[in-house]
Each structure stands twice: as C-alpha cells, then as structure tokens.
C-alpha cells in the first residue's frame, strides 16, 4: 500500500522559511516522480511543484519560482521542498503526491499523502 | 497558463440519480485531463485520467469522457459517498492547473 507521511508544518512569519518532508513507503520510490500541491484554506488546488524520478528536471509555476525548491533523497525515500521567503498567501495545506510514472509530462497525481499545514502570519 | 472552468459551483442531485460535472479548457489539453474527488478533510483521490480511464478502485458508475477542451464526469447513480468536491485538472501544460472545483450537494 502507498503510504506518503508529510511532516515539517507550522506557524512562519513573512519572509521566513519552512521545510517540508514527505517520508513514502509501499511503492519503488526511486522510480517514480513526485510533487506538492496545496491547498489554502477552504480554496482549491494549485500545484506548486515537481519532480522527475532522478531529481533531474523540476518544475514549479511563476507563484513559487525562486522562492521554493523541490528535492528528493532517494536512498532516504524521501521528497523535500524548502520554501523561503514564505508570504501571508502560501497559507495552505501542503499535500504530497505520487506521479503515475517517472516522468512528469503528460502525467498527474495517483496517490496523496494527507497532508501539513503551513501558516504564514505574524 | 490553460484556465480550467467548472460550469457549475454547486450541484444538487438526489440519491440513485445521475450526476454530470463539466469541465471546460481554455485550450486544447488533449487527452490530459484528470478527475479528483475530495470530502472534507481529506486528500483528494483520484478518479479518472487520460480524460476516461478510471483509476485503480473506482467504481463503475464513475466515467469520464471528453476531449480538447470539453470533459464531462458522470455519476450514473449517486450514493451517499458520493457527495463530495469533484475538481477537474489538465495536464497538458505546466505549469498543471486544476478548475475550482464543484461541489455535489444531496438535494
């Protein structure tokens, strides 16, 4: 079974940083690319970041780019994103997400993790 | 960016009725269009990609169809699980975006 545990979640203030961990377990997570999506609160869905099976190409849309980074520790089956310069709306639920195959393009989400909250207010 | 555009906010249906949600693209996606299903305080899950294959567990009353720029969801006869957020998203173009979703109310 396909288990995806985030853990790094909390109160930030404006302009400080957070790093989020996605431990996976059930599946070959070296084969599989993976990515964020969040959520705001009582909002809808916007996908903040991904990445290949290799960490060799990422992606992420202009609202995050350059403040937030997407990293994987295969031999850990772990994915990470750093996030800095964090701003009042990045306030969301940050959701782990396993991509159907290695690649990004052309394929989405199949399983997610239940998410952590990050709040961004001073 | 492709605008995803769910034509209903909210929909009202009764049990054992059909449900349809639709979805439209601001430009072609091809077959690369997705459907997620969350209740409150969960994940989403998905249900259907590549516009009409369902995904692993689904049950049959879901199916999707569609292409371009129009998809349709629909519910053959709603059960009580059903009553949900339904989002569509493509995945044609990075950066991927989803609609806002519609919310499927018992009526």
């Known amino acids: 079974e396909v288990q995806l545990l985030e853990s790094g979640g909390g109160l930030v203030q404006p302009g400080g940083s957070l790093r989020l961990s996605c431990a996976a377990s059930?599946?070959?997570?070296?084969?599989?690319?993976m990515s964020w999506v969040r959520q705001a609160p009582g909002k809808g869905l916007e996908w903040v970041s991904a990445?290949?099976?290799?960490?060799?190409?990422?992606y992420y849309p202009d609202s995050v780019k350059g403040r937030f980074t997407i990293s994987r520790d295969n031999s850990k089956n772990t994915l990470y994103l750093q996030m800095n310069s964090l701003r009042v709306d990045d306030t969301a639920v940050y959701y782990c997400?396993?991509?159907?195959?290695?690649?990004?393009?052309?394929?989405?989400?199949?399983?997610w993790g239940q998410g952590t909250l990050v709040t961004v207010s001073s | 960016e492709i605008v995803m555009t769910q034509s209903a906010a909210t929909l009202s249906v009764s049990p054992g009725e059909r449900a349809t949600l639709s979805c439209r693209a601001s430009?072609?996606?091809?077959?690369?269009l997705a459907w997620y299903q969350q209740k409150p305080g969960q994940a989403p899950r998905l249900l259907i990609y590549?516009?009409?294959t369902r995904a692993t567990d689904i049950p049959a009353r879901f199916s999707g169809s569609g292409s371009v720029t129009e998809f349709t969801l629909t519910i053959s006869s709603l059960q009580s699980e059903d009553f949900a957020v339904y989002y569509c998203?493509?995945?044609?173009?990075?950066?991927?975006?989803f609609g806002q979703g519609t919310k499927l109310e018992i009526k």
């Open positions: 430009q072609s996606v091809s077959s690369n």
């Open positions: 997400a396993k991509v159907a195959t290695s690649i990004v393009a052309g394929n989405t989400n199949e399983n």
């Open positions: 590549g516009a009409s």
């Open positions: 998203q493509q995945y044609n173009n990075w950066p991927y975006t």
């Open positions: 990445i290949t099976n290799s960490g060799g190409t990422t």
């Open positions: 059930g599946f070959a997570f070296a084969g599989y690319a």
